[in-house]
């Protein structure tokens, strides 16, 4: 079974560019998240999807960050203009659940190492 | 703000041991709890979960106890091999989208 796969793996940028991560669900999962990871702040949520429709961005640090999912099978979160405090890990997950009070397993991707320089 | 407080921060355990990490919740409205572990280089992986109506479950070598009461749940993982040193983290969700992770722990078991 295909996981949750994001791309690129690594990005290495300098401060002011535009980034884009890519991130495909599993076939079938109906709720998507993009998570950041710092050995400061460990894994916090930035923004949750639930059937292409985002539902809590409350995580999302400011407004250089924006994320979209056009359809069930694809997600991208853009951060413009990067600066060096957004390097980090950004994780993407999936989940299929019948609601919102219904806590299923979250499946990561494998992540984007980002670095702006 | 941290909800869910891990420790210990690093362990180390002899092959054959047993690893014990622990974690303890404030908010009383979480109902899942689940324990991931993540190598070096990969996103985190779902290792077992419970929900507060059981005290304790086991999968193989792993197994949650938790304590309603003093809001506190533990990972134990038995005859500890050096394929599971890794990073585990515990976390916490009452709904589908705010789940709160620990800081992390980074087991590592000696051959």
């Known amino acids: 079974d295909a996981g949750v796969i994001q791309s690129p793996r690594h990005e290495v940028t300098e401060m002011g560019q535009e980034v884009t991560l890519r991130c495909k669900p599993i076939?079938?999962?109906?709720?998507l998240f993009w998570y950041r990871q710092t050995m400061m702040r460990g894994l916090e949520l930035l923004i949750y999807?639930?059937?292409?429709?985002?539902?809590?961005d409350s995580g999302m640090p400011e407004d250089r960050f924006s994320a979209k999912m056009p359809n069930a099978s694809f997600s991208t979160l853009k951060i413009q203009p990067s600066e060096p405090r957004d390097s980090a890990v950004y994780f993407c997950a999936s989940s299929f659940s019948l609601s919102s009070q219904d806590n299923q397993p979250q499946h990561f991707g494998d992540g984007t190492r980002l670095s702006i320089l | 703000q941290q909800q869910v407080k891990q420790s210990p921060q690093s362990l180390i355990v002899q092959k054959g041991g047993i690893s014990i990490i622990n974690c303890a919740y404030e908010n009383t409205a979480f109902d899942y709890f689940p324990w991931y572990q993540q190598f070096p280089g990969k996103g985190p992986a779902l290792l077992i979960a419970i929900r507060p109506d059981v005290s304790e479950k086991k999968e193989g070598r792993f197994t949650i106890s938790f304590n309603k009461s003093a809001k506190q749940f533990s990972l134990h993982i038995m005859d500890s091999q050096p394929g599971d040193s890794a990073t585990y983290f515990c976390a916490a969700s009452w709904n589908n989208n705010d789940m709160r992770f620990g800081a992390g722990t980074r087991l590592t078991v000696k051959p």
């Open positions: 076939s079938g999962h109906n709720s």
């Open positions: 999807f639930n059937n292409n429709v985002p539902i809590d």
